[in-house]
């Protein structure tokens, strides 16, 4: 309850660094208001998502902060967008420690007004706190979506054929990198999971277009196997997996090579970000098409089966001869 | 990224604990999705709130957990309800030390529960995540208001009567009992204070009628002169508040007749969530009708002037001989 801190007040912080966020979203009232107002266009339903991310947790304490602050937006975006809904606006906790100077909140608010100009959306509102323990970055995002149209975990059925959008695996190689000192092959390699890791790229020009193509879909937050289970225990269906089918990026491909056991991490690490999604057959050549016009790989990766014929829980990940590969975790767990 | 807890899984804690609050709401899908839907009744504004508590900032490390749950909730409630809008839902960011049990999750959410039916909103999206520091709780609530009607902090003009509902100073005197000590002349007060301290009751009721009454509103949170600054800031206007007619519970009145320096601490010590607001004169017969009607006492507590007659910044206290009272500090600061 002291004033344990060298940064300025809140009212101080909010003026100079967060206000100049909320420019140009009428609702947002200049973050000058208690509460901010939404308004979605007419025949769209507003769509909000909340994730939080902690120091030491989710980023490591010296990453920059204009990225931690991408990071816990882009993280929000990518669930609105693998939900197909357009983003509009965001409101921010700040939980930030007595460690924390004015420097780094100034490069924090950069990277959101950075990434502000990339997406689309406006700061409208938030709470900026003190902390003994890490920071604390509560992202909570709105978009809209036409009414009813909001894309599900729910609606695989057997016989759709499972894709994920872009690569898998880079950003669990990257924090391996970062945190366990993973030797890469090369430094471009290393470099560019790094920067997977910490700066992951929402597919927004992408989920959006996959209403009325998709029948479920997901971002891979927790790790491809484990989000696709989600999808499966909701839809009650299984799936198959073809390992060898799984994208990975150049970079991925030859830490893999160099160590074969680093699949199963890149595989169940989690933080991709992309859209893990099911279609039915009859879809694929939209999908192709659609995949050159949003300038993102879209990758065919196994197919959805009946609940029935599984004996390995509803994902089963078959090798390049066919037969199971088992991983110790399916997924990135919160505790 | 270990698993350092006790604490079951995420996915147990959300069917165990918060998919029964998501109940009711379809646009929540049972927490089994991504994202919450919410569509707004035609004719209304969505209206959004975040506030986060932090333990050992605001609250304390034993407090009951059913209780920091309520506060939580009722802080962003709060905001709602001075800005005229009906609270509708909210997502819940939850960050939890290893040191938490399945036992403080399960009481944590049955003070959710209770304050659902209380308040009629639902839980429609959420977040857990580990912390090496202390509990986070981040809400963010919505409500809806009839379009264009949300009342503002901007509206003051020279000649309105300024207002507050209830009592004021209960919480700062309630958190000096908890944490310095503060000695009350009865058990009793003693009690009440401390309640009030740890459980603000939102004026949700009062909040909507206001619309139409006030030409501008805030909830007391940073502390009532400091949140009166706030109004007069941004409508560009200054106040008089006389101090005597401030309205105290009995039991702030016996602990400020036994140590009247605990006054300035009851003034500017915030966390009361009534409502402060401006209204002209003409508005004071409906004004007393509708205490009446909503059963929260209303009370005039001084005017607002322009800003050029002040010499004392924006808002003057005077006491009952019309003698200014200074305080070392105008309120509550985040840093």
Not at 108 to 135: C, K, M, N, W
Not at 187 to 196: G, M, P, T, Y
Not at 257 to 286: H, K, N, V
């Amino acid at each position: 309850m002291t004033r344990h801190s060298t940064l300025p007040g809140e009212f101080q912080l909010i003026s100079r660094y967060f206000a100049p966020l909320a420019k140009g979203f009428p609702g947002a009232f200049g973050l000058l208001d208690d509460a901010a107002v939404i308004v979605p266009a007419a025949g769209h339903d507003l769509v909000a998502k909340t994730d939080a991310i902690v120091g030491g947790v989710h980023f490591l304490p010296d990453d920059p902060p204009d990225l931690v602050a991408r990071k816990a937006l882009r993280v929000n975006l990518s669930d609105l967008a693998a939900k197909g809904a357009i983003p509009r606006a965001y409101m921010l906790d700040l939980v930030l420690p007595g460690s924390v100077d004015e420097e780094w909140v100034a490069a924090f608010a950069r990277g959101l007004a950075q990434d502000q100009g990339e997406y689309g959306v406006h700061l409208i509102g938030g709470d900026t706190d003190s902390t003994p323990g890490p920071i604390v970055v509560a992202i909570m995002a709105f978009g809209e979506v036409a009414s009813g149209q909001l894309l599900r975990r729910r609606g695989a059925r057997v016989g759709d054929i499972i894709y994920v959008s872009g690569t898998v695996g880079d950003a669990a190689l990257g924090l391996a990198i970062l945190r366990d000192g993973l030797a890469t092959p090369d430094e471009i390699s290393a470099a560019f999971l790094v920067e997977r890791y910490r700066l992951p790229l929402p597919r927004v020009a992408l989920g959006p277009r996959l209403i009325a193509l998709a029948s479920a879909t997901i971002d891979i937050s927790d790790g491809l196997i484990a989000d696709l289970r989600h999808i499966c225990e909701v839809s009650d269906v299984a799936a198959i997996v073809e390992a060898s089918r799984i994208p990975l990026s150049p970079a991925a491909r030859a830490v893999v090579s160099a160590d074969p056991a680093r699949l199963a991490a890149a595989l169940t690490g989690g933080d991709d970000y992309e859209i893990l999604f099911t279609a039915p057959p009859a879809a694929a050549g939209s999908l192709a098409d659609l995949a050159r016009e949003v300038a993102v790989p879209i990758t065919a990766i196994g197919r959805v089966t009946a609940t029935a014929t599984e004996s390995h829980g509803r994902v089963s990940t078959l090798n390049a001869m066919g037969e199971p590969l088992l991983f110790s975790t399916e997924g990135w767990t919160h505790f």
